[in-house]
């Protein structure tokens, strides 16, 4: 026969004041992004993420004008993270840039955000409406079949 004894649950350690670590926006391969080289952003480009990384991406910038082209820059850092300002001096050398999400990425994202929340209140009002209807003892009108095209004469 066996005997139980209780364990005394562990004490956590005492929590420090630290600051959590900086966590990115929603990111994908191929976001439009706004790309630069330099703290004040007095010259910035157009980019697209090809790699997202723990707390970085990977940019292939888009350069215009004579001798533009496309210019990879690694372990790009987001334009609210801390560590901009806690190590400006990443970015001397310039082979590392800062981003921000680009406005027509942000246009994109409100757009699908509208749309979704249009379907769920098409949905709940649809709900309402069946359940009105029930109430009332009125029989919803039939879907029309037909084979998805448009009728002929």
Known sequence: MSTATAKAPKKAPPQQDVEPEFVLPELSL?????????????EFAGGIV????NRTVDVLMIVGGYGGGLCPLPDCI?????WIHERPDMF?????GIFRLAKSEKMSRLVLNCFTQSNVMIEQLLARVAQLEKKAGITPPKPARGNGKPPTE
């Open 50 to 53: 090809i790699k997202v990384n």
């Open 78 to 82: 987001h334009a609210d993270d801390p």
């Open 30 to 42: 191929m976001t439009f992004v706004e790309v630069t080289t330099t703290l004040d952003w007095s």
């Open 92 to 96: 001397k050398d310039g082979d590392r």
